[in-house]
C-alpha cells in the first residue's frame, strides 16, 4: 500500500541543522519530493530526487535516501528563522503524489 | 511563473449549503488536483483530472466533486456542506504526468 510517515514537530536553534525524515513503504516510486509551507501560503517545491540516486545537494539542502529502508531525509544547514514552516515529503508512484502529514519545523533565535 | 490562483483565501458556509472552490491555472496545465489539508493528515487528494471534462476520484471523494469544463479551471463542489469538512483545500496543476506539481495558496473554509 502506499503510506508516507513524518514525525509531526522539530524544533531546532537558530545556525544549527535540522534534519527532517519520512518512511515510505511502496518500493515502486519514481521520484520523492520534498515541498515547503509557510503560514497561510500553499506548498513550494524545495526539491527533489530521483529514486536510483542516494543524494542530493542544493546549496543549504541536502537530500539523503535509503532506498533498502525506504527512508527519506533533508537536512538544512544553518537553519534560519525564516526556514520555520511545515515540510512536505512525498513520493510520485504512476501519475499521483502521496504526502506524508507534513513536519512542523519550529526555528528558534 | 505560472500561476495556480484559488478565488478565495477564506470562506464560512452553513451546514447543507451547496459551495463551490474555484481554482484556474493560466499556463495551459493537462493536469489539475483538489487536496484537502488536516492538521496531523498532511494533504489528501480528492479529486483530479488529467484532461478537459475528465476527472477521476482519489482517496477521500465521499461528499465532493468536480468540473472541468475548460482546461484552466478546476473547481470542487460540496454539494451539501458538513461541518467535518471544515479545512484547508489546496489546488494543484501540472504540465504533465513528468512535471512538478505548482499549488494554489489554499482557501480555508469553516462550515458551521
Known amino acids: 500500500g502506499e503510506d508516507v510517515e513524518q514525525s509531526l514537530f522539530l524544533s531546532v536553534r537558530e545556525g544549527d541543522s535540522s534534519v527532517i525524515n519520512c518512511t515510505y513503504t511502496d518500493s515502486s516510486s519514481t521520484y520523492l519530493y520534498w515541498y515547503k509551507q509557510e503560514p497561510g501560503a500553499g506548498l513550494q517545491l524545495l526539491t527533489y530526487?530521483?529514486?536510483?540516486?542516494d543524494m542530493k545537494q542544493d546549496q543549504r539542502l541536502t537530500v539523503l535516501l535509503n532506498k533498502k529502508d525506504k527512508h527519506l531525509s533533508l537536512r538544512i544547514a544553518d537553519t534560519q528563522t525564516g526556514d520555520s514552516a511545515i515540510y512536505f515529503c512525498a513520493e510520485k508512484i504512476g501519475g499521483k503524489l502521496i504526502f506524508g502529514q507534513g513536519t512542523e519545523l519550529s526555528v528558534k533565535p | 511563473d505560472v500561476k495556480v490562483t484559488q478565488s478565495s483565501r477564506y470562506l464560512v458556509k452553513r451546514t447543507g449549503e451547496k459551495v463551490f472552490l474555484e481554482c484556474v491555472q493560466d499556463?495551459?496545465?493537462?493536469?489539475m488536483f483538489w487536496y484537502r489539508q488536516d492538521p496531523g493528515l498532511g494533504l489528501r487528494l480528492i479529486y483530479f483530472s488529467y484532461d478537459v471534462k475528465m476527472k477521476e476520484k482519489g482517496d477521500i471523494p465521499e461528499g465532493y466533486s468536480v468540473s472541468r469544463e475548460k482546461k484552466e479551471r478546476f473547481s470542487l463542489i460540496l454539494e451539501s456542506a458538513s461541518t467535518n469538512q471544515t479545512s484547508m483545500y489546496l489546488c494543484?496543476?501540472?504540465?504533465?504526468?513528468?512535471?512538478?506539481?505548482?499549488f494554489g495558496s489554499g482557501t480555508r473554509l469553516t462550515v458551521v
Open positions: 494543484a496543476s501540472r504540465l504533465g504526468t513528468n512535471y512538478g506539481y505548482t
Open positions: 530526487i530521483f529514486s536510483n540516486m
Open positions: 499556463m495551459d496545465h493537462e493536469n
